[in-house]
């Protein structure tokens, strides 16, 4: 009897280890079948992750590079309808980004060009002449422009200039060289370095000129990431005290030792210099300034800004200097800059500036004298 019973524990026993195995092989089973349809899920993910980034790729290798525009303006962009007339018909090669006062939109009561609706940067800062937020600015739209990799070249523009030829021409200008367009010399007159900026910027690497540049998309990131030239600016760069009937600040302590350093005309020339791109660079600016020393009534401000061409300047004679002008010497240097483009003799400006709303606007209705905006048949000058 007990053997019996101890047989049948036995086989009870034997029947449950049975169960309990198959239900371990069962859920092992569910276990494999899950990880494999998580593993299944993934894959499709990541394939289908790898296929849009592809499909991405593909369809930014067939766009056309473009030329991001970025315009530094107070307000309004008060030359809009020149520029719509230079943009229209090719929206596939530029983009255009513009920094103004804090909370200004341009919107349609405020633009009447579609090129501007909504390009507005949504971060601007305010920018006071002659200090570093001028140069934060150039670096805020860079910024935003570099988001776009079909972005390759970057034109910095005031709100007074104008184009001097049309787009195909512009375009092919600036495309056709792998370099930067940097007005860039070595300063040895203005007194504008500062020693406290040595060693992080010693006086060897110290370059002065023209704040309207065009940038390559490598030069632009170098501009973007700085972190070690741009703090140095804000501190030791400023603009001299202003005479006592335009500050509104006392004057410092010793105004001799100020140094009138215009962050804007030493920044980016400063900046490559100090990082050996100098080589990468073509020492000149695309943007033509008329600079009059004897313009000021105040000797102390002669020369600081570039004329203002008005309603009766706006002529094709004015435009055809500029257009004629194929060299540019730089006398701190000695160095005559020939202008080339395409490896031959070729005008030195593409844009100008400070031209006021009825002078451009006196301009685009000459544009048939002047061959410029909206004649794209051509690409000659």
């Not at 992750?49 to 790729?57: D, P």
């Not at 800059?337 to 006196?362: H, I, N, Q, Y």
Request: with cysteine.
């Amino acid at each position: 009897m007990k053997q019996r019973k101890a047989a049948a524990a036995t086989q009870m026993q034997q029947q449950q280890l049975k169960s309990y195995y198959k239900w371990r092989r069962k859920m092992f089973a569910m276990v494999l079948l899950g990880l494999c349809l998580c593993s299944l899920v993934l894959m499709q993910t990541q394939y289908s992750q790898i296929m849009a980034l592809s499909a991405r790729f593909r369809h930014e290798q067939q766009l056309p590079p473009r030329i991001a525009f970025l315009f530094i303006a107070r307000n309004r962009l008060p030359l809009e309808v020149v520029w719509d007339a230079f943009f229209k018909g090719e929206e596939s090669r530029f983009s255009v980004f513009v920094h103004s006062r804090p909370g200004f939109l341009f919107n349609e009561a405020t633009t009447r060009s579609e090129y501007f609706l909504d390009r507005q940067v949504n971060n601007s800062i305010q920018v006071d002449w002659g200090e570093a937020s001028m140069i934060e600015a150039e670096r805020i739209l860079l910024r935003h422009a570099l988001e776009d990799p079909s972005n390759r070249r970057f034109v910095f523009l005031s709100d007074s200039c104008i184009p001097l030829y049309n787009f195909s021409y512009t375009y092919d200008y600036i495309m056709s060289t792998s370099t930067s367009f940097v007005d860039s010399f070595a300063d040895t007159k203005d007194g504008r370095y500062n020693p406290k900026m040595d060693p992080v910027i010693p006086v060897d690497n110290w370059r002065k000129g023209s704040q309207w540049v065009v940038l390559t998309r490598q030069h632009a990131g170098v501009v973007v990431q700085d972190s070690t030239v741009f703090p140095a600016f804000q501190k030791h760069c400023r603009r001299k005290s202003l005479p006592e009937f335009w500050r509104d600040q006392p004057f410092p302590t010793d105004p001799s030792k100020e140094h009138n350093c215009i962050p804007d005309e030493h920044y980016v020339q400063t900046l490559l210099a100090q990082k050996g791109l100098e080589k990468e660079i073509t020492r000149r600016s695309l943007t033509h300034s008329s600079w009059d020393v004897s313009s000021s009534k105040d000797p102390k401000r002669r020369g600081w800004h570039p004329v203002s061409y008005k309603f009766s300047d706006a002529t094709p004679m004015l435009i055809q200097s500029i257009k004629d002008i194929d060299n540019i010497y730089y006398e701190t240097e000695y160095r005559r800059e020939w202008c080339t483009s395409k490896g031959k003799p070729s005008t030195c400006f593409l844009f100008a500036r400070k031209f006021t709303r009825p002078a451009a606007l006196r301009l685009l209705n000459m544009q048939s004298e002047l061959g410029v905006f909206k004649d794209k048949a051509t690409n000659d000058p």
